[in-house]
């Protein structure tokens, strides 16, 4: 709006929810979109762009999170939307948790206050409030990543040389679990992009592999395949939860299209560090990674609270 006036500014009154027994998701989110509320507002905003992003048949549509979320209960949630969306993009660590939890790996609800000395004794690891056995992860995703590395090595289709991209796409011909991410991804040929693969017990075994097989990651394979995708689609857009590497690989080959038509992005951080994760996308208008007239909005809160909510809303499971 440009130059408004006191009246335009005055004209969209607050008006107070109203909470109704029985209410469904989709009757409260309708009754606060009059409410005037702080994040719940742009939450609001959020599901509308994307909402009209999923609809847009000529949009390109990127996925991004990083791996942390995986550890929680939300994974089956995010691998039953990966159909709706055109590119995954995450992290290393999500490749971790996906593979422990698709072989009956079982994390537990702990606190952040936990005592972590006496954790590391008793070979627990803790990730936020959550707690994890030394069991549960390390050393069955190693297990299980040499069992399938092994398998995609001996058939007869090896090619010596991966994409982060093709490497995923393997694994997920060969997990039986339907919760799996990296599963559902390569049943409905959604490309999960993970330049930070080698970050994480995956990429490490991946290291080790490499020394005694004959084995090749292609790193760039990828980055011009993103390249393609920014230069072969007018339209494009991202629903972004938490920042570093995920947020930015989208961000930034969407600039060399002029940026993001849609981008909507769900963060905790703090933009006074000058951090990425921090960053609102307005000021990735300024590096011409979102459009100045894209639609987009930034919501401050937690993921694992405000994605439900809105996966619920959009029927997105």
Same mark, same amino acid.
């Given at each position: 709006m440009a130059n408004p006036d006191k009246k335009s500014l005055l004209e969209d009154k607050v008006r107070d929810i109203r909470i109704k027994k029985g209410m469904d998701v989709k009757e409260l989110i309708e009754s606060m979109r009059d409410m005037g509320g702080f994040s719940a507002q742009n939450m609001i905003t959020g599901i509308d762009i994307l909402k009209d992003m999923l609809n847009d048949k000529k949009s390109f549509n990127f996925l991004s999170f990083p791996a942390d979320i995986i550890a929680t209960g939300m994974r089956g949630m995010i691998a039953d939307s990966i159909k709706y969306f055109d590119a995954v993009m995450t992290t290393g660590g999500t490749l971790d948790h996906d593979l422990a939890k698709a072989f009956g790996g079982k994390y537990s609800k702990g606190r952040f206050e936990a005592d972590d000395s006496k954790l590391h004794q008793m070979d627990i690891y803790r990730l936020g409030n959550i707690f994890i056995g030394r069991d549960e #992860?390390?050393?069955?995703?190693?297990?299980?990543?040499?069992?399938?590395?092994?398998?995609?090595?001996?058939?007869?289709?090896?090619? !010596? !040389?991966?994409?982060?991209? !093709?490497?995923?796409?393997? /694994? =997920?011909?060969?997990?039986?679990? !339907?919760?799996?991410?990296?599963? $559902?991804?390569?049943?409905?040929?959604?490309?999960?992009?993970?330049?930070?693969?080698?970050? =994480?017990?995956?990429?490490? $075994?991946?290291?080790? /592999?490499? $020394?005694?097989?004959?084995?090749?990651?292609?790193?760039?394979?990828?980055?011009?395949?993103?390249?393609?995708?920014? /230069?072969?689609?007018?339209? @494009? =857009?991202?629903?972004?939860?938490?920042?570093?590497?995920?947020?930015?690989?989208?961000?930034?080959?969407?600039?060399?299209?002029?940026?993001?038509? #849609?981008?909507?992005?769900?963060?905790?951080?703090? $933009?006074?560090?000058?951090?990425?994760?921090?960053?609102?996308? @307005?000021?990735?208008?300024?590096?011409?990674?979102?459009?100045?007239?894209?639609?987009?909005?930034?919501?401050?809160?937690?993921?694992?609270?405000?994605?439900?909510?809105? #996966?619920?809303?959009?029927?997105?499971?």
């Open positions: #992860y390390g050393l069955s995703v190693e297990k299980y990543f040499d069992d399938i590395m092994n398998d995609i090595y001996h058939s007869k289709d090896y090619k !010596e !040389e991966y994409s982060a991209s !093709e490497l995923i796409n393997e /694994f =997920g011909k060969r997990i039986k679990d !339907e919760h799996s991410i990296i599963r $559902q991804a390569y049943l409905n040929k959604v490309p999960i992009f993970c330049p930070g693969i080698l970050d =994480g017990a995956f990429g490490t $075994q991946l290291t080790m /592999f490499s $020394q005694d097989k004959k084995f090749k990651l292609n790193l760039i394979k990828d980055e011009l395949a993103l390249s393609n995708i920014s /230069f072969d689609n007018k339209t @494009t =857009g991202a629903f972004m939860v938490g920042g570093g590497i995920s947020k930015h690989h989208v961000i930034w080959w969407n600039q060399f299209k002029g940026g993001l038509d #849609y981008a909507v992005y769900v963060t905790t951080a703090s $933009q006074y560090d000058g951090s990425l994760s921090g960053a609102r996308l @307005t000021e990735a208008v300024s590096w011409g990674k979102v459009k100045e007239k894209a639609k987009y909005v930034t919501i401050d809160g937690d993921a694992t609270i405000i994605m439900p909510i809105m #996966y619920s809303y959009l029927d997105l499971v």
